[in-house]
Nanobody, 114 residues
Framework: EVKLVESGGDLVQTAGSLKLSCAASGVSVSGRWMYWLRQAPGKELEWVSKINNFGGTYYVDSVKGRFTISRDTSKNELYLQMDNLKPEDTAMYYC????????RGQGTQVTVSS
């Protein structure tokens, strides 16, 4: 059974930083594409960042230069370092196995105050 558990969300001020973690079981974070998705209130689920099995990383334009995706294969965890946070980054963030988010965790809330 695949299980993804996100943590690290919090309330922060504009320009602050957070690091999200995703503990995976039943699947290897290094053997496949892994995604961070987010969903803001009243908006659709959107892809934020992804990493492939070769370590290539990709970001949606709105977070380029501010967010960094990484993984620790020894811990089987996925991370999202978020710097210079903006109010528009406020959302529930999910770790997922696909951009569609069919298999994802319960999410962790990030709220950025202005």
């Amino acid at each position: 059974e695949v299980k993804l558990v996100e943590s690290g969300g919090d309330l922060v001020q504009t320009a602050g930083s957070l690091k999200l973690s995703c503990a995976a079981s039943g699947v290897s974070v290094s053997g496949r594409w892994m995604y961070w998705l987010r969903q803001a209130p009243g908006k659709e689920l959107e892809w934020v960042s992804k990493i492939n099995n070769f370590g290539g990383t990709y970001y949606v334009d709105s977070v380029k230069g501010r967010f960094t995706i990484s993984r620790d294969t020894s811990k089987n965890e996925l991370y999202l370092q978020m710097d210079n946070l903006k109010p528009e980054d406020t959302a529930m963030y999910y770790c997922a196995l696909s951009a569609a988010g069919r298999t994802r965790g319960q999410g962790t809330q990030v709220t950025v105050s202005s």
